[in-house]
């Protein structure tokens, strides 16, 4: 695996160690986790402030719902996957 040096600041270096102590795990592996964390995290943020955008055109949204019912009929329509 490839690595790079990351610049952080002391207090992120502390909690890094207080973390790999309590865990077990490598700073490398909590750092990766972390990013996962963070970019879940901002993944929803972004899809629910664009469903909020959406919310706002009742035309947008009445598409939307009359779309999702649609594929909503999909799930009876006995074409299961095995």
Same mark, same amino acid.
């Given at each position: 695996?490839?690595?790079?040096?990351?610049?952080?600041?002391?207090?992120?270096?502390?909690?890094?160690?207080?973390?790999?102590?309590?865990?077990?795990? !490598?700073?490398? !592996?909590?750092?990766?986790?972390?990013?996962?964390?963070?970019?879940?995290?901002?993944?929803?943020?972004?899809?629910?402030?664009?469903?909020?955008?959406?919310?706002?055109?009742?035309?947008?949204?009445?598409?939307?719902?009359?779309?999702? /019912?649609?594929?909503?009929?999909?799930?009876?329509?006995? /074409?299961?996957?095995?």
């Amino acid at each position: 695996m490839q690595t790079a040096t990351v610049r952080i600041s002391l207090k992120t270096r502390e909690k890094l160690r207080e973390l790999t102590a309590n865990t077990g795990e !490598s700073m490398q !592996s909590i750092l990766d986790k972390a990013i996962e964390e963070l970019e879940r995290k901002l993944f929803w943020e972004h899809t629910n402030s664009a469903y909020a955008e959406l919310k706002k055109d009742p035309i947008a949204w009445k598409e939307e719902q009359e779309e999702r /019912l649609a594929w909503d009929a999909t799930l009876a329509d006995g /074409l299961e996957e095995e």
